[in-house]
């Protein structure tokens, strides 16, 4: 069965400063993989997508992630935050097949000026 | 040029009554989805449909009734609401199984 952990329910960061939000999942086959971003009051945004292409994955507003199978973790990255990152963002799992996307329950990031 | 769309994005209601929420997506998509997002931001799928069929119907009360009458639309009737039901419904299209989802702007319902 597929599932998805993310690791902080909230992460503070200074503004200029490198953001890290941590995601492991749990997959019997070899699944897809998505961050995506909600800010306040709005829809969710995809900011990218592993699908059994380049382990690392390069997405909008200059986020990243790699997938490390071996760790079973999907990590996102950004070199520099900017204030207008603070929002909460999901990292997301679907097993081919399933017609289901597993929601991790979400990392608020809060960017300090 | 709105990729998917939910009408309506605010529905204020009172327990007992019946109410439909609609979805559209002009992406040329194959399947469609239903969520909900409770109030600490929990997402959780509750229909999946492709090309207009049934696929998944994740332990929803049969109060909850979607229908989807083309490939493009996939509309949800909530009956006899409670105030359980209270929470933000997003509609989301993805090309098929697997792919990337967009998701709608979101429905947020309030039961009083």
């Known amino acids: 069965a597929q599932s998805v952990t993310q690791l902080d329910s909230h ?4 503004e200029g400063t490198p953001v890290l939000l ?3 999942y749990s997959s019997s086959y070899s699944p897809s993989l998505f961050w995506y971003v909600q800010h306040p009051n709005k829809g969710l945004q995809l900011l990218l997508k592993y699908t059994s292409a380049a382990t690392l994955v390069k997405g909008i507003n200059g986020f990243e992630a790699e997938f490390k199978k071996s760790e079973t973790s999907f990590h996102l990255t950004k070199p520099s935050a900017h204030m207008s990152d603070a929002a909460e963002y999901f990292c997301v799992v679907s097993d081919p097949g399933t017609y289901k996307y597993i929601f991790g329950t979400g990392t608020r990031l809060k960017v300090l000026a | 040029d709105t990729a998917v769309s939910q009408t309506p994005k605010y ?3 009172q327990m007992g009554n019946d109410k439909s929420i609609k979805c559209e ?3 040329g998509h194959d399947t469609m989805y239903w969520y909900k997002q ?13 090309n207009k ?10 109060r909850f009734s979607p229908k989807s009458p083309d490939k493009a639309h996939l509309n949800l009737h ?3 609401l409670e105030l359980g039901d209270s929470a933000v419904y997003f509609c989301a299209s993805s090309l098929r199984d697997g792919y990337e989802q967009y998701f709608g702007p979101g429905t947020r319902l309030t039961v009083t």
């Not at chain 2, 409770?38 to 492709?50: A, C, P």
């Open chain 1, 11 to 14: 992460v503070s960061v200074s």
């Open chain 1, 22 to 24: 941590r995601c492991n």
């Open chain 2, 11 to 13: 529905l204020v209601t």
């Open chain 2, 25 to 27: 997506q002009n992406l």
């Open chain 2, 38 to 50: 409770d109030s600490k931001k929990f997402l959780k799928i509750m229909f999946s449909y492709n």
């Open chain 2, 53 to 62: 069929e049934l696929i998944i119907n994740e332990t929803v009360p049969n």
């Open chain 2, 78 to 80: 909530i009956n006899s």
